[in-house]
């Protein structure tokens, strides 16, 4: 099958004279500038994943794979890295599947006697796979997540709200629930994208506006407070986000802010719908509960930081609140399956979410299983 890279180059491999490196689009510079990082090891690595130069929970699997080559390719310590790269942050669980996956190639190539290059060549392999596969996933994804409006919603040009940020800049093709908007906007039937701004490191405003302004679709940008105003006033067709964590029983983590709009599409009779590759389902986390939130610091509550500013994301920027004022900053928060109309993956829809539906897509799916 062809590899179609998104027209956004969010991360590539490069192999310069001095060595294989890491380029990554800085996301904490968007929209302002496009600006690459180049990463040369590990420990820049992780600094870039937990400062959200690189993010969302594809785009992590696919970078913690490539950082997993990267060590083998520069002859560092596979096993450190690979435990660096996987702690980075803690609720995505494609970061430490893509990790995981990358390794196991290397240690299996390793095993063999085959030698440190042809292993790290077998890693960088398995990396290369992943990307494909994050691409065909996402393609899938856009189709089933468009047939399922349509059968939701029949006949109509639809008003879709979305929650952080889900497209090229997450995947390693046109992303999860973004994708599924990119499609609907292609065939003509997308009325408005509403883009919630997420605060407070503004993924909506910053990423999703920015996608959806290069992609040509009408979009509104919206405080995430607005959101309940506009279900009042039936301006929301659907609600389409993507996920961090999907745990057995169908709970969903994703950025802070997506549970208050489940409970508001119930209220409102709106579906609330979940894009997702089946590498986010983790069937060893039985239920919500169980998921780790990450905790990011209150400095990015107090403070109103620009991607003009010297530090772009966590502190540097315009101070809102006292001096030593405690803040409350969750990066996820986790909706539980009753409030879910559906969950999409490359394997297909599941509505109503039960964990016996979602562990029958996974069964289907052709995701490579880890030990
Ligand atoms: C397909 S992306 C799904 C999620 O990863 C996305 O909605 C999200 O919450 C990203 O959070 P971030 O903290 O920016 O990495």
Known sequence: MGFEPSALSVLRWDEPPEGPVLVLLDQTRLPAEEVELVCTDVPALVRAIQTLAVRGAPLLGIAGGYGVALAAARGFDVAEAAGLLEGARPTAVNLGYGVRRVAAAYWAASGKGEGDEAAAAAALAEARALHREDAQASRRMAEYGQALLEELLPGRAYQLLTHCNTGALVSGGEGTAFAVALRVHRQGRLRRLWVDETRPLLQGA????????????????????????????????????????????????????????????????????????????????????????????????????????????????????????????????????????????????????????????CARSSQVTIS
Do not use: C, M, W
Request: glycine fraction near 10%.
């Open 206 to 361: 910053r990423l999703t506006a920015y996608e959806a302004a290069r992609n040509g679709l009408a979009y509104s940008l919206l405080t995430d407070n607005a959101a309940g105003s506009l279900f009042a006033a039936g301006e929301v067709d659907a609600v389409l986000i993507g996920a961090d964590r999907i745990a057995a029983d169908g709970s969903v983590a994703n950025k802070v802010g997506s549970y208050p709009l489940a409970v508001l599409a119930k209220y409102h009779h709106v579906p609330f719908i979940v894009v997702a590759p089946t590498t986010t389902v983790d069937l060893e986390t039985p239920d919500g509960t169980s998921i780790i939130v990450e905790q990011r610091s209150g400095q990015e509550v107090t403070e109103l930081t620009s991607p003009q500013g010297v530090s772009a994301i966590g502190g540097g920027g315009i101070v809102v609140a006292p001096l030593g004022a405690p803040a409350y900053n969750p990066a996820f928060d986790v909706t539980p399956p009753e409030l879910i109309t559906a969950i999409v993956t490359e394997e297909g829809a599941i509505s109503p979410v039960t964990g016996v539906g979602l562990a029958e897509l």
